[in-house]
């Protein structure tokens, strides 16, 4: 049962994907010259992509606090490739992320179409390209979020923050938004959540990805702040927004 299930999950996704990246693409020459309006074509198809996307894996959304209306920076915990879908079902925004994924066999070349701001993290001088790509992304009345932890966590707790990301915000000192991120499986006690949904250390992605396929029902949790936090000290306004989200965040795994 499991299998079929994760089978026409699977093909499913994948139709529904290459609809979207279709219509998207078809839609385009229509808001040209527009940045504005093509960020805004982009995000109508992208939530309803997601939206639709959510109900065929299974999965529940719940949302609790005030969601931030686009231009805004925000940042959260990281668990796995699937928090993106909360965020883009709710919100006009955008994703920064590991430069590593525009490799991925299609997700990498979806990613880069629907304009996922890509860093390498081990060349520092790629900062100075991501703050400028930040800011364009911002005057298009769109939101950028971070995931600062640089990699995904089984859950345990929030990973210490890469304070270097914060450069653009405390240089600007603009007000950043911050969320906390879990996720649980709904009645299944033979799965975990922080080894089925969240995506950690040298997992494979294909063989995750087909696992967490299968699961019927689960649950995400996104809890936004009640409050922006302004710092021009790029250290300072890291470990701010750390205390806050670890405050909110509720462990997808929990030692015995």
Known sequence: MERLRAGYRLIAFLLLTVVMLTVFCLGLPFCLPSKKRRASWKHWIISHWASVIARLLGLRMNIVGTLPDAPFFLVCNHLSYVDILPFWKHLKTTFIAKS?????????????????????????????????????????????????????????????????????????????????????????????????ICWWGDMDFMSHFWGLLKIKSWTTTVHFGKETILNKNRKSLARTLHQQITESFIPTYKKK
């Open 100 to 196: 590593e994924i525009k490799g991925w066999p299609f997700f990498g070349q979806a990613s880069q179409l629907l304009g996922i701001i890509f860093i390498n993290r081990n060349n520092r001088n790629d900062l100075s390209r991501v703050n400028k790509v930040v800011r364009e992304t911002m005057e298009s009345q769109e939101g950028v979020i971070l995931f600062p932890e640089g990699t995904s966590s089984k859950g345990q707790q929030v990973l210490p923050f890469n304070s270097s990301l914060f450069y653009y915000p405390a240089m600007q000192n603009l007000p950043v938004y911050y969320a906390s991120i879990s996720y649980n499986i709904n009645g299944d006690t033979n799965r975990e959540a922080w080894k089925d």
